[in-house]
């Protein structure tokens, strides 16, 4: 999602330990926020996020724009069924269509052999 954190380069430098290439990608994802303006808020700054995840052993980065991830026309949807609409997804509707949509977007994009992902959201899981 981009807004790299400490957790965020955890995950990075393990990558980068266990793997010959660590490819990171950041994306903020306009399909799992509930609205435009929390979109809008959200905190972007890709230089810094370049540079965060390069020096935690980003060996590739993959920062696609919206309209190469969503081109138009797009309609095809990961609908994650009835755990998507409980506990966070009660007040965060479509939230979760969004993150399994584009997690299975990027994954397909870059067909990794190992997917790394925190366990903060733990619902994501």
Do not use: C
């Not at 290439?21 to 905190?43: C, H, K, M, T």
């Not at 980065?61 to 949807?77: C, K, L």
């Not at 755990?83 to 399994?100: N, Q």
């Amino acid at each position: 999602m981009g807004a790299l954190h400490a957790g965020h380069l955890t995950l990075i430098a393990r990558a980068a330990a266990e793997n010959d290439v660590a490819l990171v990608s950041i994306f903020v994802n306009p399909s799992q926020f509930g609205s435009e303006s929390d979109l809008a808020r959200y905190p972007r700054d890709l230089e810094r996020d370049i540079a965060k995840a390069s020096s935690a052993g980003a060996s590739i980065i993959y920062a696609p724009d919206a309209a190469t991830v969503y081109p138009p026309g797009f309609s095809t949807w990961v609908e994650p069924g009835p755990l998507a609409v409980a506990w966070e997804g009660k007040s965060r509707p479509g939230h979760f269509r969004g993150v399994a949509t584009v997690v299975a977007i990027l994954l397909n994009s870059v067909r990794p052999d190992r997917s790394y992902f925190g366990e903060k959201d733990y619902q994501q899981l």
